[in-house]
């Protein structure tokens, strides 16, 4: 049976994820704060993460914060708090990029493994016509970096693995709440789903790009 590995399974995206993936006949690890994983901690991610045997065949990262508690995005770079962008830098890049480090010892050489993160289309450097947002487009902007490394790492030993970041679009979830806008949203379940066929459709080749729901390439 394939496995999976899903990181943030208590989160929105994270929870349809795992049942999209279980209804596909997959075994399913889901990692959450419920288990004592926490991004911002190095020494939680470290723990759990080397508690894992795998191989896993598709690992999933749906993790992200917009702003620490209490907190939202800031509409100015005056806004900006050295304390709660360390915290956003923690969670959305840092963090990920922990969980990242442990892929070579927990993906199968001998056949094809996905490694998929879910990063935002407001990371895009060259998409960014409004401003706004600095410490979660920053975050993003980051993760994608360390995803396009962590692809070039992971297919020097991984011939056939595919790492990717992801944009989901926007999820109707608490984590959009209050900041979807005019923006039209998609169900999680739904998400979940145009998430995984993109996936499908990925070769080796395409390993360390930045994609949409649709599977179109998103701009640096």
């Known amino acids: 049976m394939d496995t999976a590995l899903v990181i943030g399974a208590s989160g929105g995206i994270g929870r349809a994820l795992c049942a ?15 288990a ?45 708090e050295a304390g709660a962008m360390a915290e956003v830098m923690a969670v959305n890049a840092i963090g990920p990029a922990l969980v990242l480090g442990h892929m070579a010892r927990l993906l199968p050489r001998d056949r ?23 410490s979660y487009r920053a975050s993003k902007a980051a ?18 693995a ?6 989901p679009g926007t999820v109707a979830t608490s984590f959009t709440a209050g900041y979807a806008g005019r923006h039209p949203t998609v169900a999680p379940d739904e998400a979940a789903t145009n998430l995984l066929a993109v ?16 599977g179109v390439v998103v701009p640096w």
């Open 20 to 34: 999209a993936v279980t209804a596909r006949g997959m075994a399913v690890t889901g990692l959450g704060r419920a």
């Open 36 to 80: 004592g994983f926490d991004l911002r901690d190095a020494a939680s991610v470290a723990r759990v993460m080397g508690a894992l045997a795998g191989p896993f065949d598709l690992v999933l990262v749906a993790t992200g914060v917009l702003a620490p508690a209490g907190g939202a995005p800031e509409k100015s770079l005056a806004a900006v």
């Open 112 to 134: 094809r493994a996905v490694v998929a993160v879910l990063s935002a289309r407001v990371g895009s450097i060259g998409d960014n016509r409004i401003g706004g947002w600095h």
């Open 143 to 160: 993760l994608n970096q360390i995803v396009r490394g962590a692809a070039i790492e992971i297919g020097r030993t991984h011939r056939q």
């Open 162 to 167: 595919v790492c990717v970041a992801l944009h």
């Open 199 to 214: 996936l499908d459709g990925l070769t080796p080749a395409q390993s360390g790009g930045f994609y949409d729901y649709a």
